[in-house]
Every structure is written in C-alpha cells, then in structure tokens.
C-alpha cells in the first residue's frame, strides 16, 4: 500500500471513528466540551498559569479516562484474542499520565516544563485517543498513529492560532470599570 494513500486513509478513519457508535458521544462529548470551556477560558485570560493543583487534575483526568478506556478490552468474549494493540496503544498514554500526575504532585520539574506536560491540549487530545482505541471505534496501526501525531501538530498550531485571536479579559474588563 502506498504511503500517502495510506496516510489518507488514516485521517479519514480517525475524522469518521467518532461517529461509529453513539455510545461514545456518552464519553467524548464531556471530554471534547471540557476540553473547548478550558481552551477558551485559558485563551481569554491570557495572563494566568495552569498551577500545580490543575496539573496534578489534569493528570489525574487522564489517567482516569484512559483506565476506563481499557474496560472494554477486558471483556473479550471467550474464544477472542485479547486486543493486544489497543492496549500496548492506551498503556502509554496511562503511563504519561501516572508520570504527570508524579511530576506535579512531587514537583520535581519547574513550573514551564510542568504545566506544559499537563496542558489541557494534550491531556484531552490523548484522552480522546484512549476513547477512541479503547471502545474499538479507531484501528491502531502506524499510519494512525502517524495520522494522530501530525493531527495533534494541527490541533496545536489551531490552538496558538485562536490564543493570539482572541482578546484578552483581563485587558477587556479593566477598561470597563
């Protein structure tokens, strides 16, 4: 198979996965709702630092939604193969968040390299994932996981793009007392 082709295809299955069942709407939509509220808000008080006790949240909510991300994995009907895939996929992502969470409760990193490990962009980008690769809705192969790493890239530069867009509140507000 081709790489572009294939990369293609990957992005389209990563764009139609949430729509495969609407039982996952049950967990991506407070993930993607939460997700948007705190963009927005960090975006519109552009002053104010993530802080050591919303990292450590952070890190816990990941950790969290992945480990409810593999239940499904563990109820493979007798006969099936256990999906191996998805959960060498989701174990990362648990790890990462276990390495967080230790890093903001124990404050071993300064507070840059911390609130950047734990910022709500790839907290809940890999929550979705976890979602994703956990209910079966998103094959785990390395085009997908390419696909994932360049999408994050966009969802980022998105993410810069709207910080410098929107005004800031503090500045807004000042003016109108």
């Not at 909510?61 to 959960?87: C, D, H, K, N």
């Amino acid at each position: 198979m081709a790489f572009l082709p294939s990369l293609w295809h990957a992005f389209a299955e990563i764009f139609r996965a949430p729509f495969l069942g609407q039982h996952l709407w049950w967990q991506l939509g407070p993930v993607l709702v939460l997700w948007l509220i705190v963009e927005i808000y960090l975006d519109c008080h552009k002053g104010e630092r993530l802080g050591w006790n919303t990292a450590l949240g952070n890190a816990i909510s990941l950790f969290w939604i992945s480990l409810a991300a593999m239940q499904p994995l563990f109820t493979v009907p007798v006969g099936e193969s256990f999906p191996y895939g998805r959960f060498f996929a989701i174990l990362p992502i648990l790890a990462y968040a276990l390495f967080v969470g230790y890093v903001s409760f124990s404050h071993v990193f300064g507070e840059r390299v911390t609130y950047a490990l734990a910022y709500p962009t790839i907290v809940y980008y890999l929550c979705v994932f976890a979602i994703l690769w956990g209910n079966k809705a998103l094959d785990v192969n390395r085009y997908v996981l390419l696909a994932a790493a360049l999408l994050f890239g966009v969802v980022y530069g998105l993410r810069w793009l709207f910080f410098w867009l929107l005004p800031d509140a503090e500045g807004a507000f000042a003016g109108s007392g």
